[in-house]
């Protein structure tokens, strides 16, 4: 039986504690360098956030899964060098209380919840005479070190990435050498982990994409990385967001492969950037006017577009992709994006939230991101008007339908329903509310 406190009594005055989060490996990991380089007798700690999993509605939920098999699979490295990864059960600050290491090393996290939560222990801490040191590790750069000349920050990709790739430079992409420091790791003996149920969780039955980098796919990637019927995307969304590889050796591949694929990981920079710079949007549209569109917000609509059943192919391929596999490719989120906030003018915050439930990958600032951009009310130069046809990417992206027979075999038939609304109609009634609401 696993106790979700087992394993504090190792810890010591003279005990550094590594706390793992969105980096979930040993290797090139920024804050575990440090705290290995800086201290003996570290212990690497994981926990199980009870503030995050209380607001996980699906039991099944795949991420929790995902994140214990990574676990496991850094338990077994660090059990080979004699130590231990401590998993714990609750919420952090509490955890914390109960705990007097000598330091606390993670990495930085930019997410409101999350810049909330370290200060809140921070002060803690600092009350115990106890460091809480944070390193950047997810992402190459942060916070204000890539900003406008006039020292404001960008809120337009194109000169923002001009400005990134003209400041990276080998430093930034430099892997942090933790090996060379694992012997700072404590010798304690193996700890058990949970299983999904001691946490309130149950298997969700999806297969997670390998932890691999598919070097033919990223030679391809500017040819084939708009037509989901093919393998075009890379499929590490999941490991970025989880940590399970290092971002500097991806950019490290990009720069000698594709430098369209390096855009999509300066998006991820980019998203990460605005959040921080502009939390608001978390709740409301990056361009206020944007707040005052009235949104239709029918709900049989919306389920029918939850469950795929919209009369159109591929809206519906794409959300009986994402049901079933957690994973949908990026071109078809621009097309179900575009057609819930403007077909059925429903508030982007409702399909933000569902892509939160179901998406593998899901990542605050780059969901928040996308959708805000599908909207139209986000950080994006191209006028509200635009308005995705699905039947005229279906011709240009799946011709041949392939990847639409794959989700929706049915389509075609008198078994599939009819379209919910009328392509030409519903882009008319979108342009008019959004006039209606920017003035």
Request: include cysteine; glycine fraction near 6%.
């Amino acid at each position: 039986m696993f106790d979700p406190g087992s394993g504090t009594s190792l810890i010591d005055s003279a005990t550094t504690l590594f706390w793992f989060r969105r980096d979930l490996r040993l290797q090139d990991n920024a804050g575990l360098y440090h705290a290995l380089k800086h201290h003996t007798h570290v212990i690497g700690i994981f926990i199980f956030d009870t503030g995050i999993l209380g607001k996980l509605e699906d039991k099944a939920d795949a991420r929790v899964e995902f994140i214990l098999q990574s676990l496991t699979y850094l338990q077994q490295q660090l059990v080979e060098l004699g130590s231990s990864l401590l998993v714990l059960h609750g919420k952090p600050v509490d955890i914390y209380k109960k705990l007097s290491p000598k330091a606390i090393y993670a990495n930085h996290d930019y997410e409101p919840y999350a810049t909330q939560r370290d200060e809140a222990i921070r002060k803690m801490l600092e009350q115990g005479n106890i460091a809480f040191k944070t390193f950047k590790d997810q992402v190459i750069f942060e916070k204000e070190e890539v900003l406008k000349d006039n020292g404001k920050p960008y809120t337009v990709f194109t000169p923002y990435s001009r400005k990134w790739k003209a400041l990276l430079n080998p430093f930034y992409m430099k892997s942090y050498p933790t090996e060379k420091y694992f012997s700072s790791f404590k010798k304690i003996k193996p700890a058990a982990l949970p299983a999904l149920h001691d946490i309130g969780f149950r298997p969700s039955g999806i297969s997670f994409p390998g932890r691999v980098i598919k070097q033919t796919v990223i030679d391809r990637y500017d040819k084939q990385r708009n037509f989901p019927a093919v393998e075009g995307t890379t499929k590490l969304g999941v490991h970025l967001r989880f940590g399970t590889v290092s971002i500097r050796r991806l950019v490290q591949v990009a720069l000698k492969k594709n430098e369209v694929w390096l855009n999509e990981l300066i998006w991820r920079d980019f998203y990460q950037m605005i959040l921080w710079h502009f939390p608001h949007v978390e709740t409301k549209a990056f361009k206020p006017a944007y707040d005052n569109i009235e949104w239709r917000n029918h709900a049989d609509e919306f389920n029918a577009w939850c469950n795929g059943c919209t009369g159109y192919p591929v809206v519906d391929a794409g959300m009986r992709e994402l049901n079933t596999t957690g994973f949908m490719h990026n071109r078809v989120r621009m097309i179900v994006a575009s057609f819930l906030t403007k077909h059925l003018l429903i508030d982007w915050r409702w399909g933000e939230a569902y892509f939160a439930q179901k998406l593998l990958d899901f990542d605050l600032a780059a969901n928040n991101g996308g959708w805000q951009w599908a909207a139209g009310s986000g950080c994006d130069a191209a006028p509200y008007f635009r308005v995705f046809n699905p039947e005229l990417q279906t011709e240009k992206f799946d011709p041949e339908r392939n990847y639409i027979k794959r989700w929706v075999p049915e389509a075609g038939t008198h078994a599939y329903p009819k379209p919910i609304v009328e392509h030409r109609f519903a882009r008319n009634r979108a342009l008019k509310a959004y006039k209606a609401a920017l003035g």
